[in-house]
T-cell receptor, first 114, second 113 residues
Framework: KQEVTQIPAALSVPEGENLVLNCSFT??????LQWFRQDPGKGLTSLLL?????REQTSGRLNASLDKSSGRSTLYIAASQPGDSATYLC?????????????FGEGTQLTVNP | KAGVTQTPRYLIKTRGQQVTLSCSPI?????VSWYQQTPGQGLQFLFE???????NKGNFPGRFSGRQFSNSRSEMNVSTLELGDSALYLC????????????FGPGTRLTVT
C-alpha cells in the first residue's frame, strides 16, 4: 500500500528566505507526482506536475524535483513571501489495473512572516 | 476555460439523512475523481469515473456511491449519514489517463449534526 510522508509538518520562516519541503513515498510504481497548495477551507491549487520520467519541473519561484528510485521529491521555494503561507501537499499518481488514484501526504503548513 | 465547479459549497444535514453532491469538470475533461478531506485522515480517495464508468474505488463503505453522466458531470451520494461523514468533499478532473494533471474544485463542506 502506497504511503506518502511529508516533512516537516509545519514550518515558519521570515520573508525572503529560501526553503525546501520534503515528500517521500514507499512504492516507486507511479505515473507522476503533483504538488498542490491549499489555503484554509479552500480547494487544492496545482503547483507542479512531474512525470515519472522527469527529474524536475520549474514554475516561477518554485522548483520541484523527483527521485523515483529513492521515493523522494522536494519542493523548493525561492525568496518566500507572506502570500506563500498555505498548506503544501504532495500526491503520487499510482498505477493500477483499473484507473488510477492520487495518494496524498499529510501536508506541510507553511507560514511566512513579514 | 472555467475551472471545476462543485455545488453546493456548504451543506448541513442530520444524521441518518442522505446527501447528493455535484461536480462539473473542466470542459473536455472526461475523468472525474472524488476525495474526502478530514482533519484526522487527511485526503482520501473515494472513486474515479471515466466515460460514465467507475474506474477505481477507494476503501469506503457502500453508503458512498457515485455516477457520471454523458456530459462528464458527476454526482456522489452518501446515504444514512453519520457524524464521521462531516468533511470537505473535493472533486478533481483531468483530460484523460493518469499522466495528466489533476485540477480540483473548491469543495463542498458537509456538516452532519
Amino acid at each position: 500500500k502506497q504511503e506518502v510522508t511529508q516533512i516537516p509538518a509545519a514550518l515558519s520562516v521570515p520573508e525572503g528566505e529560501n526553503l525546501v519541503l520534503n515528500c517521500s513515498f514507499t512504492d516507486s510504481a507511479i505515473y507522476n507526482l503533483q504538488w498542490f497548495r491549499q489555503d484554509p477551507g479552500k480547494g487544492l491549487t496545482s503547483l507542479l506536475l512531474i512525470q515519472s520520467s522527469q527529474r524536475e519541473q520549474t514554475s516561477g519561484r518554485l522548483n520541484a524535483s523527483l527521485d523515483k528510485s529513492s521515493g523522494r521529491s522536494t519542493l523548493y521555494i525561492a525568496a518566500s513571501q507572506p502570500g506563500d503561507s498555505a498548506t503544501y501537499l504532495c500526491a503520487v499518481r499510482e498505477v493500477e489495473t483499473s484507473g488510477s488514484r492520487l495518494t496524498f501526504g499529510e501536508g506541510t503548513q507553511l507560514t511566512v512572516n513579514p | 476555460k472555467a475551472g471545476v465547479t462543485q455545488t453546493p459549497r456548504y451543506l448541513i444535514k442530520t444524521r441518518g439523512q442522505q446527501v447528493t453532491l455535484s461536480c462539473s469538470p473542466i470542459s473536455g475533461h472526461r475523468s472525474v475523481s472524488w476525495y474526502q478531506q478530514t482533519p484526522g485522515q487527511g485526503l482520501q480517495f473515494l472513486f474515479e469515473y471515466f466515460s460514465e464508468t467507475q474506474r477505481n474505488k477507494g476503501n469506503f463503505p457502500g453508503r458512498f456511491s457515485g455516477r457520471q453522466f454523458s456530459n462528464s458531470r458527476s454526482e456522489m451520494n452518501v446515504s444514512t449519514l453519520e457524524l464521521g461523514d462531516s468533511a470537505l468533499y473535493l472533486c478533481a478532473s483531468s483530460s484523460q489517463g493518469a499522466k495528466y494533471e489533476q485540477y480540483f474544485g473548491p469543495g463542498t463542506r458537509l456538516t452532519v449534526t
